[in-house]
């Protein structure tokens, strides 16, 4: 049987377009290198495991307004073997520069041996913008609400799975934040968004945040300036920290 092989365009009929009409060669997309386990080029390193000029001091609060109180003081938290570690007491830290979309990549470990359960093992948090909270929490083996585990948007999305390492290792955390967008009059014309990787496992997914982080009621919005802080939580346990960059990133303009 021959084989059928394509017409020619009758007349009257256009010819498909040729490959070319369909290429996009601008604008050029700028050149990040990225070493192998390293940094991206154009990422701000806020943490490489000594030097601790990018924090400052911030007090420690579950109020949004009583950041305005926030001395900028340098911080009381420590370095040792080149992690950064909380002084339970000393409260929270900042960064000093403020960011609004970003890629963040941090590295946190829990205490070896836990001493408390629930909630009260090695308990922090790490806040977008000051008021977005993902979790850290010991959840290897330590029941709690899910909507507060390990790698939950607290109080607000638990995780698709729990992805924790046992008490004392090291662990990943990676984030796709989306800052929300406001009106001129406060209104919320885009609610944050946030996909976390937890150790390289998908454990949040294009979530939508419902407003800031609260212990005590339901989250709302309250406009703030479109770049804010980047905030890591004493919560009164010696959780460590290390390997933190974070990469400014523009939306698609259809976002």
């Known amino acids: 049987m021959p084989v059928a092989s394509a017409s020619a365009p009758r007349a009257g009929e256009d010819a498909a377009p040729p490959p070319s009409a ?40 579950e109020d949004t307004d009583t950041r305005k109180m926030d001395d900028g ?56 913008m000051e008021r977005y909270e993902l979790q850290v929490l010991d959840s290897y083996r330590n029941a709690t609400y899910v909507n507060g585990q390990a790698a939950s948007v607290y ?6 799975v729990n992805a924790s390492r046992p008490p004392g290792e090291w662990q990943s955390y990676d984030v796709l934040f989306l800052a929300p967008r406001f009106a001129a009059d406060g209104r919320v014309l885009a ?16 979530v939508a945040l419902r407003g800031s982080t609260v212990y005590q009621g339901q989250p709302e919005y309250e406009a703030h300036a479109a770049r804010q802080p980047l905030r890591l939580q004493d919560h009164g346990d010696p959780v460590a920290f290390r390997n933190i960059w974070i990469r400014a990133i523009a939306r698609p303009v259809s976002q």
């Open 155 to 160: 109080k607000q999305h638990a995780p698709l």
């Open 191 to 206: 609610p944050a968004r946030m996909t976390v990787f937890h150790n390289g496992v998908l454990v949040q997914h294009d």
């Open 73 to 128: 003081r340098p911080i009381g938290w420590k370095v040792m073997d080149g992690a950064l570690v909380v002084t339970p007491g000393s409260g929270d830290i900042r960064t000093r520069e403020a960011f609004g979309d970003v890629q963040l990549h941090l590295e946190f470990r829990t205490l070896a041996q836990p001493t408390g359960d629930g909630q009260g093992a090695s308990n922090s948090g790490v806040f977008l």
């Open 22 to 61: 369909t290429e996009v060669w601008q604008p050029v997309p700028p050149k990040v290198d990225v070493p192998a386990g390293g940094v991206p080029s154009d990422a701000t390193v806020l943490f490489a495991g000594s030097d601790t000029d990018a924090w400052e001091h911030a007090e420690a609060s």
